[in-house]
C-alpha cells in the first residue's frame, strides 16, 4: 500500500483547499481511509474518515464537520479532503492514512502518505 498527499498550501482564512491521496494497493472494501493532522507541539488528530462496502460512512472531527468534506474516487483511487471556510487553527501538516477499521487513534492506521502542509493566515 502507497499513499501520496498532494493540495497543500497556504491560504487567506475562509479560503479553501483540496487535498487529494492517491492510493495504490488499497482494497476500498476492507480499508478504513483517513485524514489526520499534526499541528507543531500537538498530537496528530483524527480529521475525517471514509469506509465503503455495504455503502458509504463518513466521519467528521467536531472542529471540522460541516466545512470539510471527505470523499473517494474510486476510478482515480484517490481520496481527497475539501476544506472550505478555513481557519487559522487549521493550519498543520496533513496525512493520509489507511487501516483496518476506522480508529480515532493514529497508531491503528497500518499505512501513512508523507503529509502535506496547509497554512492558513488570518
Known amino acids: 500500500v502507497q499513499l501520496a498527499e498532494s493540495g497543500g498550501d497556504s491560504v487567506q482564512a475562509g479560503g479553501s483547499l483540496r487535498l487529494s491521496c492517491a492510493a495504490s494497493?488499497?482494497?476500498?472494501?476492507?480499508?478504513?481511509l483517513g485524514w489526520f493532522r499534526q499541528a507543531p507541539g500537538k498530537e496528530r488528530e483524527r480529521v475525517a474518515t471514509i469506509v465503503t462496502g455495504r455503502g458509504t460512512l463518513t466521519y467528521y472531527s467536531a472542529t471540522v464537520k460541516g466545512r470539510f468534506t471527505i470523499s473517494l474516487d474510486n476510478a482515480k483511487n484517490t481520496v481527497y479532503l475539501q476544506m472550505n471556510s478555513l481557519k487559522p487553527e487549521d493550519t498543520a501538516t496533513y496525512y493520509c492514512?489507511?487501516?483496518?477499521?476506522?480508529?480515532?487513534?493514529?497508531?491503528?492506521?497500518?499505512?501513512w502518505g508523507q503529509g502535506t502542509q496547509v497554512t492558513v493566515s488570518s
Open positions: 492514512a489507511a487501516g483496518p477499521v476506522c480508529y480515532s487513534t493514529p497508531r491503528l492506521y497500518n499505512y
Open positions: 494497493g488499497v482494497t476500498y472494501s476492507t480499508y478504513c
